[in-house]
């Protein structure tokens, strides 16, 4: 049927397997182009109406493409570059593109959602290092906001002033001078609390380290973090070991370093 015809007609409803068909080859190619591999977008459609897209066109074929890429836009998940996501797509047809999609399996596609969340995003960085990004990622020129309720532990600034004139300059963790001075005129060092806040860690002089900035991501990222707790236990007589208690899933400070 050529383009003519199909349009001259009203367009017929497109059936289950025609969609999952389409949605198939939909997710080879994208998975072919996240590893950064060559593939044709005329060959897949030519297969696709030799098989079980024959009574579509080309440009129709092409078009429930762009369809998927907006199901996948909505789902905030990467898409065929080739295939600008459809603008007016009906939310009848997108449900049953993304029900598909679903279907097919798109779990491999999590880790590059776009997040607010501070662990989640590092999580997905993580995941996706494991891999080869193959191409370069569209990212988006206007990023969402959003607004969330974060439960932030209230602090005392004496015992942060009192930690920081112990360390005088110097980081407890590497014994390292303080990498600058910071806006205040006096030596940068950021204070650490050794059993985090979020496991219920008190906000006492025997419980928080002044340390280099180094130091302080290593605490909360490094491989060897529990290590390098232990031995911060043993070199600073001030500290007291605490007992943790879980931390709540919905708090994220344990992990970011400017909170905790
Ligand atoms: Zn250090
Ligand atoms: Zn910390």
Known sequence: MSDLQESAQRPQAWSDTELSSSVQAYLLMLRLELAGERYSKAEVNRQLREGPLVTRSQASVEFRMQNISAALYELKMPWITGYP???????????????????????????YIATSHVETLHTRVSELRQHHLGRKPLGSSRPLTETRTMTTHVRDPAVKAWVLQLADGVCEGCRHKAPFIGQDGLPYLEVHHVMPLACHGSDTPSNAVALCPNCHRRCHYALDRDQFKLELYE??????????????????????????
Do not use: C
């Open 85 to 111: 996501p459809a603008r007016n797509i009906g939310s009848a047809v997108k449900e049953k593109i993304i029900a598909s999609l679903f279907e097919e399996g798109i779990d491999f596609l999590d880790a």
């Open 235 to 260: 070199n600073i007589p001030r500290l007291i070991l605490e007992v943790p208690e879980p931390v709540p899933s919905d708090m994220d400070v344990f992990i970011n370093p400017d909170v905790a």
